[in-house]
Nanobody, 120 residues
């Protein structure tokens, strides 16, 4: 089992910045994948914002490239998402994500979600 606890988020004006944190109950370096997803208002799907797989390369959604940066602190078992130059279309509930390899395959874990609202 992996617990993920998010913090951060809130209301920001267009062009502003916000940072999200996600504390994991296990070493993030041992996880198969970690990342951030976003669920836009009125949408059922969670879409990937940034994800780091076992190769250590972080991949970003085209819509956030150059504006969002995902990072991690192995000593704190915490991953971060720094969001700059925010746009109204970045509004949504942000979820951190982790995948762990188990004997039966892969288990997926999600944070509780945090609201990000970009509005003037």
């Amino acid at each position: 089992q992996v617990q993920l606890v998010e913090s951060g988020g809130g209301l920001v004006q267009p062009g502003g910045s916000l940072g999200l944190s996600c504390a994991a109950s296990v070493s993030i370096s041992r996880l198969k994948a970690v990342g951030w997803y976003r669920q836009a208002p009125g949408k059922d799907e969670r879409q990937v914002v940034a994800v780091t797989l076992g190769d250590g390369i972080t991949r970003y959604a085209d819509s956030v490239k150059g504006r969002f940066t995902m990072s991690g602190d192995n000593a704190k078992n915490t991953m971060y998402l720094q969001m700059n130059n925010l746009k109204p279309e970045d509004t949504g509930v942000y979820y951190c994500y982790a995948a762990q390899v188990t004997a039966s395959g892969n288990d997926d874990y999600w944070g509780q979600g945090t609201q990000v609202t970009v509005s003037s």
